[in-house]
DNA sequence: AGCACGCCGACT
DNA sequence: GTCGGCGTGCTC
């Protein structure tokens, strides 16, 4: 009798051990269908064959169906799992769920023919698909229902879905998965109608996925700093690049071209990771140019469909993929004869997940993917991470290329100055004046969008709280709401106050929507365009706010921290002003100074080389270091100066932390569980456990939350810390099972 | 983590 | 009488 040991997409310890049924063709990596639990049937991977019966309750279950006839999953991938579970501490379960894309880990069964619906030939255009919900408008659950189809399709680079792809089977999309929140009945009229078209399809494991492409052209010139790297890479692993990283002049992007097609030319494989989506249209077009179908794009605004697609390319036709592009989750695609991962903007704290497990860093996590497939890591950031910083410049563990600023560049004047009374300085209403006056344009930043962080009473000093969060409501101006920026929720705005009743709240404090008002008020000739999470939603959004940028059109540009991002060759900004740097710099977090730095620095990038711009920072601490590094371009200054209070005061990079959140509803069962916790820690850790604190917001979602935080010495063992911490996690689930306990490594 | 089973308050 | 609240324990 043979056993499986299967991974399942489930938060179990460990993996489940299933009889393999007679002479089945079987082998580590391939799917498998298995039952679970009374009634569940799940799809798992075999990760080991072997003939140890289980030493479960009820005997051995068997596999009811492999799904595979190759392997899916390959070894590199397993063992990053593994290591993703010991380091995060989480369960191989939970890595599994993030690792394989919805569409093929689906735990639920499917049956094995299911109704599709695709897109009748004649409307596979889309002026095609604009005319018809034009036409039938007034049937607008139909409306819903086509739209629904069109954003299960595979997307274009470009973010649009593919309307008439190569092979027009990529249309096909299940009915089920638009009924779920569709009538049925609005996609049958559409079939009636001859909009969509309507078959019974069996799904087969591996199915429709585009063909071979041709071979590129590879770029012929080497852009300066890439033979630096290259020679780098020599002596090191892994290798910095930092410097003078201008966007504006694709310095970084023409290193990971060059460094992309030698890895191709040889075979081999490039994964380049970007933070986010929104701001990268214009690397990902230029990558797209240069590589055509050699560069796969993967990353969270990809349907299921379209990542489970890409999955499989990379499985069964590893050689048509030579550059894979993409966020975190792109970790975790299956490379083959992987050369090269790059990081790009190394130190974004996008590339934390938070939430839900696995908590992992994905540049952490891609340093672990490279000493895997033997590949080369280079991490790529004009303010490097801490962390980064230390390994290049400190202890030579990485290479380290730094940029220098071109000859006959300037760098911009820098001023820090008090705020005062208003909103605007005097300084800054001025300078803002004289630079529009030249036809220059002007970035304002302020850390926090909407209207105002919170509004007051002023009768009788009440501030409206959510009523799930220890936390005051911003105001919204634009909606007219009060919102909690940590649970959502949110009321219509009324200038009534519900403790006295008067007439009497006032917006307090700074939001982005009050610069952007102000800002028209004082300048009311100029075009303001404003940028934060609540306008900036999808690619379009930002598309259209950067081209009106570039294009002249926007004169001042309000936003938060992904202003600091927006450079682009064309675009004429002479002046940058930060509105209140004391926010960011008052942050209760060790990498407060740190994350300043780096946006600050960031920001100083969107003004010109030839030194004619300004960045105005207003702020009440114009001795603070990160503030004087910025206005000396001190960098190296700033992280000697940084890393030796980390060293001073146990931080990161000197320490690793270990954190535990405990989360309860009664602040007194928190309390004791958390306090329980901290006895049993000390007894194995001693003065390496911190007393339970509460975060900056207590409770959220009606839920009272208290941190443990737990450190150890960059030389001691952290393996068997986490083994010790994770024996006595257990023994506290046990005595307080109603607390919500997760333990984190290297939290942010 | 899900998710079923199970045991007590307010509705047809 | 039933619907449904979420506490508890299991999944090879
Ligand atoms: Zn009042
Ligand atoms: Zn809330």
């Not at 280079?378 to 030579?396: F, I, M, Q, V």
Request: glycine residues 6%.
């Amino acid at each position: 009798m043979t056993f499986a040991d299967i991974l399942l997409p489930v938060a179990v310890p460990r993996p489940f051990t299933y009889a393999v049924p007679d002479g089945a063709a079987i082998s580590p990596g391939m799917r498998v269908r298995v039952p679970l639990g009374k009634s569940k049937i799940c799809e798992g991977i075999v990760l080991e064959l072997h003939r140890t019966p289980p030493t479960s309750k009820n005997g051995p279950k068997t596999i009811f169906e492999i799904l595979d006839t190759q392997p899916f999953v390959r070894p590199e991938q397993l063992r990053l799992w593994e290591w993703i579970a010991a380091y995060y501490l989480c369960t191989p379960g939970e890595t599994m769920k993030a690792a394989l894309p919805a569409g093929i880990r689906n735990g639920s069964y499917r049956p094995s023919a299911q109704l599709h619906v695709r897109l009748a030939p004649d409307y596979r255009s889309s002026a095609k698909i604009a005319e018809l919900l034009e036409n039938i408008r007034r049937a607008k659950t139909q409306c819903k229902a086509l739209l629904a189809y069109l954003s299960f399709l595979p997307c274009a680079p470009d973010g649009e879905p593919q309307l008439a792809p190569d092979d027009p089977a990529a249309l096909w999309v299940p009915r089920s998965d638009i009924t779920e929140d569709i009538p049925a009945t609005a996609i049958l009229r559409l079939v009636e109608r001859g909009i969509l078209e309507q078959q019974e399809i069996i799904p087969s494991a591996h199915d429709g996925h585009p063909s071979s492409p041709p071979v590129p052209e590879l770029p012929a010139d080497t852009p300066p700093y890439a033979a630096q790297i290259t020679a780098a890479f020599a002596g090191h692993a892994t290798v910095l690049l930092s410097g003078e990283i201008a966007d504006t002049r694709n310095t970084a992007l023409s290193v990971y071209i060059s460094l992309a097609a030698q890895e191709i030319a040889r075979g081999r494989q490039t994964l380049l990771l970007l933070p986010d989506t929104v701001l990268t249209a214009r690397i990902t077009n230029a990558l797209q140019a240069a590589f055509g179908p050699r560069c796969l794009f993967y990353h969270s605004r990809l349907t299921d469909r379209a990542r489970s697609a890409a999955y499989q390319r990379m499985i069964e036709q590893p050689g048509s993929v030579g550059l894979v592009v993409g966020t975190r989750s792109a970790l975790f695609l299956p490379f083959r004869q992987l050369g090269l991962v790059i990081v790009d903007n190394e130190h974004d704290p996008n590339y934390r997940q938070n939430d839900p497990a696995p908590r992992y860093h994905a540049r952490d996590t891609a340093l672990v993917l490279a000493s895997l497939h033997g590949a080369k890591t280079l991490l790529a950031s004009p303010t490097p991470s801490a962390e980064s910083w230390l390994n290049a410049a400190g202890n030579g563990k990485y290479g380290a290329v730094s940029i220098p600023a071109a000859t006959g560049d300037i760098l911009p004047e820098v001023t820090i100055l008090e705020r005062g009374k208003g909103l605007l300085s005097t300084y800054l209403r001025k300078r803002i004046g004289r630079t529009l006056d030249q036809g220059r344009q002007v970035v304002l930043f302020q850390n926090r969008r909407g209207f105002a962080p919170y509004v007051e009473c002023a009768n009788c000093g009440a501030t409206p709280t959510c009523p799930h969060c220890n936390v005051t409501l911003t105001y919204h101006k634009e909606t007219s709401a009060l919102v909690c920026h940590y649970c959502g929720w949110s009321r219509p705005y009324s200038s009534t106050c519900t403790s006295c009743g008067m007439h009497a709240l006032v917006p307090r404090g700074i939001g982005t929507e009050r610069i952007e008002e102000c800002a028209a008020e004082l300048f009311p000739d100029t075009k303001i365009a404003r940028m934060d999470t609540d306008t900036a939603r999808n690619a379009g959004a930002v598309g259209r706010i950067l081209t009106d940028l570039v294009e002249g059109e926007t004169g001042i540009l309000v936003g938060t921290r992904m202003v600091a991002r927006t450079a682009q060759a064309g675009d004429r900004i002479g002046l940058v002003g930060v509105i209140n740097a004391d926010n960011m710099l008052a942050h209760p977090d060790f990498r407060a100074a740190e994350r300043a730095f780096q946006l600050l620095m960031q920001l100083k990038t969107l003004l010109p080389a030839d030194g004619s711009g300004e960045l105005v920072v207003q702020s009440s601490q114009r001795l603070h270091p990160a503030l004087v590094a910025v206005a000396n371009h001190d960098t190296a200054g700033f992280y000697a100066r940084e890393l030796e209070e980390r060293q001073g005061l146990l931080y990161p990079p000197y320490v690793r932390m270990l954190r535990l959140t405990f989360r309860h509803p009664d602040k007194t069962q928190t309390t004791a569980a958390a306090q329980a916790c901290e006895a049993l820690l000390r007894e194995r850790f001693g003065r390496r456990v911190s007393p339970p604190f509460e975060p900056q917001v207590d409770r959220v979602q009606n839920l009272f939350i208290l941190h443990l935080l737990l450190r150890i010495e960059r030389q001691r063992p952290v393996a068997r810390a986490k083994t010790i911490l994770l024996e006595i996690l257990a023994r506290i689930r046990k005595r307080f099972p109603a607390v919500h306990i997760i333990a984190e490594a290297d939290p942010q």
